[in-house]
């Protein structure tokens, strides 16, 4: 009983909206009639800046979407041509991978860089000097790209890069994709430069060691003429 005098009174207060809505919509019509001269310039003006206003928005809509199309775009190809590089690498055997990167130093500018070569280096695998004289000590792991490398990694080379070896700027670089959470985080932590799969990619395509060394690791060091 309860809930049909509720629809009813639903229904009711439905048709009297409704009829208030007709009549002021009626009241609206006749008035806007007898004072057409005053009201058609502002409709006018109100349509004009509405179709303009739609207008740049889909203008701004269209370049914002191209714009994203082409820096997806770019960033496609940049990963393409990256992993294309990065394949001729994979071909190296782990020797000449070491001597690779020591090419890659040399070709940035560091200067007296000399490749281990040997088992027993204690992470010391390409050691150099940047241009600036800061010396450069290289952990080099030529991993499988789907590996990831490991803290237990990077605790070793952290133990080394400037203990035994004093390094200025300690530089871990693996054709792996990713470093463990762990293994970043310690990185970061103790001025180790990462260098994973992606921006080894883009060091082989020809970006300059000095603006990847800030990326992964603040790269730090005091600088100091080479001994």
């Known amino acids: ?32 009639a007898g004072n057409w001269a ?57 020797q000449d991978f070491e001597h690779y990167v020591a ?5 940035d500018g560091c200067t007296k860089v000399v490749v281990s070569g040997k088992s027993g280096d204690l992470g010391a695998d390409v050691v150099g000097y940047l241009a600036d004289g800061r010396k450069l000590v290289v952990q080099v792991k030529k991993y499988a790209p789907e590996r990831s490398v490991s803290s237990q990694d990077m605790q070793k080379f952290v133990g080394t890069a400037r203990l035994e070896h004093g390094a200025d700027v300690a530089l871990f670089v693996t054709t792996c994709r990713a470093f463990t959470k762990a293994a970043l985080g310690l990185a970061v932590r103790q001025d180790i430069v990462a260098l994973h799969r992606d921006l080894l990619g883009s060091w082989v395509k020809g ?7 800030p990326l992964n690791g603040s790269g730090g060091g005091a600088r100091r003429a080479p001994a």
């Open 1 to 32: 009983m309860a809930a049909r005098r509720r629809r009813r009174l639903r229904k009711r207060t439905r048709r009297q909206l409704q009829g208030w809505g007709i009549v002021a919509t009626l009241a609206v019509t006749l008035w806007v």
């Open 38 to 94: 005053t009201v058609w310039p502002v409709l006018v003006t109100v349509l004009a800046v509405v179709v303009v206003g739609g207008a740049g928005w889909g203008l701004l809509r269209a370049h914002r979407l191209a714009v994203g199309g082409d820096r997806k775009w770019r960033a496609q190809e940049e990963a393409r041509a990256r992993e294309l590089s990065m394949t001729e690498v994979d071909a190296l055997s782990w």
């Open 103 to 107: 090419d890659l130093c040399r070709r």
């Open 207 to 213: 970006a300059h060691l000095e603006t990847l060394i």
